[in-house]
């Protein structure tokens, strides 16, 4: 197959999606409610696979398939079971309170609901600036995961940089014009070819080798430790606890903690997150064996490159590998167009708005919003030329940072003497730690990107159980301000 028809493969994928993007902003309407939350009219279906497009992008398709691959399949058991039942248990505990205060109050942003709650334009900005500075690596990692695709796909035809710069330019194309109805459109779309295409890849690749037990005997003969949990490169301690900041990460991700806003009823919300593990695991399952089966498959994986498009290349024809990686490209952009839309709503309603023009029209916050889209999505696309880390480390990164932000949360929403001050000291201080680890990984004080471990245990577990505790400690010795308004958060179930 020649290299255009492989372009044409993954180039017409995406124009396909943003002709649905098209076919949706006709329908939709001029407000900033409908731009960002579709009015709140999703169903079950829609908000399920677009939760689940959103979440699966070049980290579940290629950062988990390179990690499987080094690490083993313990980490099916991470991201497929631990992060599918935590994050499903963590939808009902946070999503669905959220749903039932956003209804009553027409909140659309996690800021925009802490600040109304505690009177504080200053706490809405921190808790804006903290999820847009965690976002930039995350969108950061789509560039990234196109760019190696593209790398891989065309035997280094395509430079990194074409691939992140042509899901840069869609993306932004995208986001200006579909909305959230849009990208829920497409998210399903994707989600369902994702889905599909995974199954497909494995069944290939597997019968190609001889078979489940052919591919799973060669692993093991190549890799022994990858029959034990634990056995393999990372401690048992710090697989538990990746898997717990990942999950509580997830929950405060602008573009998935936004969707708990967007169901049209508590009864669709409740359905969402019951399907949620076992949709996850569908994915996650062939996904992450590929990456462990090809441990013992007779393959050269290039130091940096990713195995998912190796193993293709090797075990499958040009046009299915082609057809993969525009699936996996379609996770990413599924991913960032969520991640843009939502990043500009915190930066026009959370900081622009408050901060600089309260009285803005929603024409020009439009116009605002989509300057942005463009502004952050180019310094991002710079940003990955750079290569700052590996996916995993990239996305880890993101995962830890949006962490801290989830127990100062969970009190504001269950705990009615949460305080401004108490909610500030618990947002504020383990970020400033965090962001000083992250950074000094950058420079090298520090082993790796992002995180150092202590005895095994992830550093930012222990950043998470700080916030708790700055948020109740100094909750406890603090007055509530006459701003703050408890009632707002008093609701009762649908």
């Known amino acids: 197959m020649t290299l255009g028809v492989s372009l044409g493969v993954v180039v017409g994928y995406l124009v396909v999606a943003l002709a649905l993007g098209l076919v949706a902003y006709r329908v939709s309407e001029t407000t900033a409610e409908d731009y960002y939350l579709a009015s709140r009219s999703i169903g079950t279906l829609v908000l399920l696979f677009t939760t689940f497009a959103t979440l699966l992008s070049a980290f579940t398709f290629f950062g988990g398939p390179n990690l499987a691959y ?31 205060i956003g209804a009553r109050n027409g909140y659309v942003t996690l800021g925009e609901m802490l600040g109304d709650r505690f009177g504080s334009t200053g706490l809405r900005a921190l808790v804006a600036g903290v999820s847009l500075l965690w976002l930039f690596p995350y969108v950061m990692l789509q560039q990234m995961g196109a760019g190696e695709a593209l ?44 889905l599909s295409i995974v199954w497909v890849a494995a069944a290939w690749v597997v019968s190609a080798v001889g078979g489940v037990g052919a591919a799973t005997e060669g692993m093991l003969a190549a890799r022994p430790e990858f029959g034990s949990f634990g056995g393999g490169t990372y401690s048992v301690g710090f697989i538990v606890s990746t898997a717990i900041t990942i999950a509580f990460g997830v929950t405060m991700f602008p573009q998935i903690n936004q969707r708990f806003f967007v ?41 940096g490159a990713n195995v998912l498009p ?6 499958a024809p040009a046009w299915f590998a082609a057809l993969v990686v525009a699936g996996a490209m379609a996770a990413m952009m599924s991913s960032s167009d969520s991640m843009l839309l939502s990043g500009s709503s915190y930066f026009t309603r959370d900081l622009y708005r408050p901060l ?49 932000l989830a127990f100062p949360v969970i009190c504001a929403l269950y705990w009615p003497r949460t305080t401004r001050t108490g909610m500030i000291a618990g947002v504020a201080v383990p970020q400033v730690a965090y962001l ?13 990107l992002p995180r150092t471990v202590l005895g095994g245990w992830d550093v930012a577990l222990g950043l998470m159980l700080l916030s708790g505790a700055l948020t109740v400690g100094v909750s406890l010795v603090t007055a509530p301000t006459e701003e703050s308004d408890a009632s707002r958060f008093a609701v009762v179930s649908d």
């Open 356 to 404: 600089v023009d309260a009285n803005a029209s929603e024409r020009r916050e439009a116009w605002i919003a989509r300057i942005g889209v463009a502004a952050f999505a180019t310094l991002a696309f710079v940003a990955s030329l750079f290569r700052p880390g590996t996916l995993i480390e990239v996305g880890d990164t993101a995962f830890s940072g949006f962490a801290l």
């Open 310 to 315: 190796v193993v293709l290349n090797e075990y």
């Open 436 to 448: 000083a680890v992250v950074l000094s990984a950058v420079v090298g004080a520090v082993p790796t």
């Open 70 to 100: 080094a690490a083993g399949p313990e980490w099916l058991i991470v991201m497929g079971t631990l992060d599918g039942v935590l994050f499903a248990v963590l939808w009902y505990v946070i999503g669905y309170k959220q749903w039932l």
């Open 151 to 194: 790398v891989g796909l065309t035997d280094g035809a395509v430079p990194y940089w074409g691939g992140a710069a042509l899901i840069t330019g869609f993306m932004i194309l995208y986001v200006a014009v579909a909305g959230l109805r849009g990208v829920a459109w497409t998210d399903t779309l994707q989600g369902l070819f994702m």
């Open 263 to 303: 169901a049209k009823s508590g009864e669709v919300l409740k359905r969402s997150f019951a399907l949620w593990p076992v949709l996850v695991l569908l994915l996650f399952l062939p996904a992450f064996m590929l990456g462990a089966w090809a441990a013992g498959m007779p393959i050269e994986v290039p130091e």
